[in-house]
């Protein structure tokens, strides 16, 4: 006969929430510090709930990231449980994604950003919690500035390259190494993000507008590629064309570039200890162009479940708990990673580490999307055609003018009867 005591323990056992004690696999970060600053957060959520999280290694590139896990969801795989996904991929991988809206509390989703929210529902699903934005912003060195007697950061782009030519020709003396600018000119999504800013600072639309028509092919669109060819080989270095966002990174924070473009996440690593350029960094909106205005484009990742996950229940926990306010917050002050929580571009302790968010918080919020929404499942060869175009100008095979041609041309070929 079993005592009273024993009784009760069997009780409490039969009460007590599961220590499900699961494993799951994330496909989170890996640029910069993103791999460590995620598993920090999941080691917390795994101690205090007694499961593992396997933060798998991933590609750097976010096209790369994509193929692969195009590859796994369209073959039913179930090995990755959670995925970190672009904001332009709701489109293209949202059919195998599970639906959040039932699984997480309207409360906790209605404290993001409403547009990324939206941007991330496809079919009438919530395929993705908003995690981190993002937005292109520029980096100066602030001592170069003061040394070569500028007030404050450039304004337009002609005014960044004729203050990139000058620091660079003063700097060359003792460092032939040195850079007026870089930024992401290789072929790939990151040159789509670039030159979507270049492009809408010149007033050239956005590729394809929110309607679907195609919009490229302008005198503004020719007039943006004219100038940035000519940034190539003299303000920025012919090897930009093969820069991502890391490749220009490691150039600036060794201290060989006056100006870079960048997302958020390069500011904490150029003041971490060790940085050659830690104190020496000041970020700002980017230049405006013929416009009259600058422009960032909305960049940032969200947290998503596979939707064959056999750990369904844990993964929804994992994220939740990833994408709420403290968690947000520990990765604002320690990756610089842009929260998604409005109310936290007023927090006192992210503002003292991260102090451009405060100024800022309208480029973020203000940031243009790129054309994944209206392109849907077609948005990849969208981006590959206008970044193909963009690159071949940047690479001089071919003029502006083709290459705008030829881009209005094969965009209608991808758009066929329609998006
Ligand atoms: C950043 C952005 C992402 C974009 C990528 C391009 O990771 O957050 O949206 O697609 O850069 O390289």
């Not at 510090?33 to 920090?40: F, V």
């Not at 593992?52 to 795989?77: C, H, K, W």
């Not at 059919?95 to 309207?106: E, F, I, N, R, T």
């Not at 003299?234 to 490749?247: F, G, M, R, W």
């Amino acid at each position: 006969m079993k005592t009273t005591a024993a009784l009760t323990v069997l009780a409490l056992f039969a009460a007590a929430p599961a220590r499900a004690g699961v494993t799951l696999s994330f496909a989170c970060d890996s640029t910069g510090k993103g791999y460590d600053i995620c598993k920090a957060g999941t080691d917390a959520w795994a101690a205090k709930t007694g499961n593992t999280v396997n933060v798998i290694q991933v590609p750097n590139e976010t096209g790369d990231r994509l193929g692969l896990y195009q590859q796994q969801l369209a073959a039913g795989s179930s090995d990755v449980d959670v995925y970190m996904i672009d904001v332009v991929w709701p489109g293209l991988i949202g059919a195998h994604l599970l639906d959040l809206k039932p699984l997480v509390p309207d409360k906790e989703v209605s404290a993001h950003f409403p547009a990324i929210v939206q941007n991330n529902t496809f079919n009438g699903k919530l395929v993705g919690i908003p995690w981190f934005t993002d937005a292109g912003v520029l980096y100066s060195r602030s001592d170069l500035l003061a040394k070569y007697g500028f007030h404050g950061p450039p304004k337009t782009w002609d005014e960044l390259a004729a203050m990139a030519k000058k620091i660079q020709d003063g700097e060359r003396a003792a460092n032939p190494l040195f850079q007026g600018f870089v930024f992401q000119g290789k072929n790939y999504e990151g040159l789509t993000c670039d030159a979507l800013e270049w492009l809408t600072s010149f007033g050239g639309g956005t590729i394809i507008d929110p309607s679907g028509k195609i919009t490229i092919k302008n005198p503004q669109t020719v007039a943006m590629l004219k100038t940035v060819q000519g940034w190539v080989g003299t303000i920025a270095p012919e090897a930009v064309t093969t820069y991502a966002e890391e490749e220009a990174r490691n150039v600036w924070q060794a201290g060989n570039a006056a100006f870079m473009r960048n997302w958020p996440y390069a500011y904490a690593l150029g003041q971490a200890e060790g940085s050659a350029i830690k104190g020496k960094i000041t970020v700002s909106a980017l230049p405006a162009g013929a416009s009259g205005h600058g422009a960032s484009t909305l960049g940032g990742w969200q947290l998503a479940v596979n939707a064959k996950s056999k750990h369904a229940k844990e993964s929804v926990e994992l994220i939740r708990y990833l994408t709420g306010p403290e968690e947000e917050k520990r990765r604002a002050i320690q990756g610089s990673f842009s929260p998604t929580i409005a109310s936290l571009y007023k927090d006192p302790e992210i503002l003292a580490a991260t102090p451009f968010f405060g100024p800022l918080y309208d480029v973020f919020v203000n940031a243009v999307a790129r054309p994944a929404t209206v392109t849907k499942a077609k948005y990849n060869q969208a981006s590959n055609a206008f970044a193909n175009a963009v690159y071949s100008v940047l690479t001089k095979k071919q003029t502006p003018e083709e290459a705008v041609n030829a881009l209005q041309s094969q965009l209608a070929r991808v758009k066929g009867k329609g998006w």
